[in-house]
């Protein structure tokens, strides 16, 4: 439906949208697998909002991400060899699209809000649970890089339940 008035169109569609037969079936698959949204920070500072993570148990535990290669981030933890990674929570959104380049930063994505300064890159203040890392390896996989990395440190708290990403927009678990 459009209304034509003065000055343009009014569409009740999305004028810009992917049409169905576009999209990517594999970012649609990926979609419908929940994922925690986290925060990776390394010295510099740097950081991104990752989904696309695993942590795997084993002497010594890793963490795993996919991430962008061409991003800050990626650029930081190459140099510094360290990062840290953050799960968020609910009321994290405005955090997550901010370092996901979603949300406007005005003075840099570490202006607003307060950080703990770690050997492995800022983490939020007051986060309850954060694990400090180093890179062993990375490589190329699918459009981003594969980067493995050994735990060195971990803090776990009593934090509540995870921010999730699914479909494309967060939830929360109830």
């Known amino acids: 439906m459009t209304t034509d008035e003065p000055g343009g169109r009014i569409h009740s569609t999305d004028?810009?949208?992917v049409p169905e037969t576009g999209k990517?079936?594999?970012?649609?698959?990926r979609g419908r697998f929940?994922?925690?949204?986290?925060l990776w920070?390394?010295?510099?500072?740097a950081?991104?909002?990752v989904?696309?993570?695993m942590i795997a148990d084993g002497d010594p535990g890793?963490?795993?991400?996919?991430?962008?290669e061409e991003s800050d981030f990626w650029e930081a933890v190459s140099a510094a060899g360290r990062f840290a990674v953050t799960p968020l929570a609910p009321d994290d959104r405005q955090l997550a699209d901010r370092f996901a380049g979603l949300f406007p930063a005005p003075g840099g994505l570490f202006a607003s809000g307060e950080w703990e300064q770690t050997a492995y890159g800022p983490v939020p203040a007051g986060a309850a649970t954060w694990a400090g890392c180093v890179l062993d390896s990375s490589r190329p996989c699918g459009w981003a890089v594969l980067l493995d990395g050994v735990i060195e440190r971990v803090r776990t708290g009593s934090g509540g339940p995870p921010l999730v990403h699914y479909r494309g927009r967060y939830t929360e678990l109830v």
């Open 62 to 68: 890793r963490v795993l991400g996919l991430i962008d």
């Open 24 to 29: 990517s079936q594999v970012r649609r698959l």
């Open 47 to 49: 950081g991104l909002t």
């Open 15 to 17: 004028p810009f949208a």
């Open 34 to 38: 929940a994922a925690t949204v986290t």
């Open 51 to 53: 989904s696309s993570a």
């Open 41 to 45: 920070t390394a010295p510099g500072p």
